[in-house]
């Protein structure tokens, strides 16, 4: 997602990275981004730069920006990633005024209309022109007082998305443990239309994620909590992304290969790495 928001704003600016402790798939995607300079070191990218816009793992948002602060920079720094409303909070303090809540909604923008980068803060409404023109569809949400409206909103909508699938990948497995999967695939295809495909291309697209999926409803499961709403739901689509994280780069594994993973249990979760 990082390269392409780089690339959407390439036009508009000279745009960075920083390739020091990153595998070579990342260095990769960089590279295939026309006009993204790489800086070397988080420090030079710093010095260098007006705005960062942090796109990571939700579990390494709050290191980033400590990073990030501890070199001294002073531009405008937008936090997008899937954090609940309470990890926003501990990385906005460190930059004040110049930190902009950000949520991304969608796929990679290579075409228009497909994925949005939603907005929050005193000077989210000045980054907007950055995307201008772009496949990125950029939207400034009302800052409040309190709370954090942009992650707040992407935490809603994955709770959904990606809790929905987590949901259905256990529905599979426990019909499966029961050997009645054939026949619940059966009923589906009279009584819920769309479901048995949906389930094969879950396995494909959420496999070789979920090693960032269980973080994300790590923090869905914070932000349920702090609003006073039940948890647990996201709690298990934790334990199951968790269990599934062995799937990293894994090019599409089939419903067979998650359900063989997940029928194991615990002791066969991946380690994200």
């Known amino acids: 997602m990082g390269a392409s928001l780089a690339s959407c704003a390439v036009g508009a600016a000279e745009c960075l990275w920083v390739s020091a402790g990153r595998s070579p798939a990342t260095a990769a995607r960089a590279a ?41 920079f002073d531009g405008v720094y937008v936090d997008a990633n899937a954090v609940s409303p309470a990890t926003a909070a501990r990385v906005g303090a460190r930059f004040g005024d110049r930190y902009v809540d950000g949520g991304v909604i969608g796929p990679p923008a290579e075409r228009p209309g497909t994925t949005r980068l939603y907005l929050a803060g005193p000077q989210a409404a000045g980054l907007a022109p950055l995307w201008a023109g772009s496949a990125l569809d ?98 298990g689509a934790e334990e199951l992304y968790r269990r599934l994280a062995g799937f990293k780069d894994h090019p599409g594994p089939a419903l067979v290969e998650i359900l063989a993973v997940l029928a194991s249990g615990p002791a066969a979760s991946g380690d994200g790495g």
Not at 48 to 58: G, L, Y
């Open 32 to 72: 295939a981004v026309v006009g993204l300079a790489d800086a070397g070191d988080l420090p030079t990218l710093c010095r260098r730069s007006h705005v960062i816009v942090s796109i990571c793992p939700p579990s390494a948002a709050d290191e980033v920006a400590e990073r990030v602060a501890a070199t001294g």
């Open 138 to 235: 950029v939207r400034v949400l009302a800052a409040t007082a309190e709370g954090a409206p942009a992650s707040t909103l992407k935490m809603a909508y994955a709770a959904w998305t990606k809790g929905s699938n987590a949901l259905l990948l256990a529905v599979n497995a426990l019909a499966d443990q029961a050997g009645a999967l054939d026949a619940l695939r059966a009923e589906w295809e009279l009584s819920q239309p769309g479901l048995r495909e949906r389930s094969d291309r879950v396995a494909a697209g959420s496999g070789p994620k979920a090693w960032r999926f269980e973080g994300e409803m790590a923090e869905i499961a914070a932000t349920m909590a702090a609003a006073g709403l039940p948890d647990g739901f996201h709690r």
